[in-house]
């Protein structure tokens, strides 16, 4: 059984850093593409950024090139996502995700709660 369990959200003011962290487990790490996810109040869940399994290239949303940088460290079983230059329009809460190519995105974690107050 996959389990994948965020880590690292909280609150903090426009302009500064968190990162997450997913630990995952139940799977062969190395073979999934991981990525994370977001969903802000009212609003529908949105791709933040990926990054695959085999050459470990990453891939972001618009939104957040240049701000954020996703990683991985196959040897722990966990994907990171640094987060810097924080924006109010970047809270929600940001989901880890696990696919593991040609199949979609099945496999989800519970969540972390990001707030950024101006």
């Known amino acids: 059984q996959v389990q994948l369990v965020e880590s690292g959200g909280g609150l903090v003011q426009a302009g500064g850093s968190l990162r997450l962290s997913c630990a995952a487990s139940g799977l062969t790490f190395s073979t999934y593409t991981m990525g994370w996810f977001r969903q802000a109040p009212g609003k529908e869940r949105v791709f933040v950024a990926t990054?695959?399994?085999?050459?470990?290239?990453?891939t972001y949303a618009d939104s957040v090139k240049g701000r954020f940088t996703i990683s991985r460290d196959n040897a722990k079983n966990t994907v990171y996502l640094q987060m810097n230059s924080l924006k109010p329009d970047d809270t929600a809460v940001y989901t880890c995700?696990?696919?593991?190519?040609?199949?979609?995105?099945?496999?989800w974690g519970q969540g972390t709660q990001v707030t950024v107050s101006s």
């Open positions: 990054i695959s399994w085999n050459d470990g290239y990453p």
């Open positions: 995700a696990a696919r593991r190519p040609p199949a979609r995105w099945s496999n």
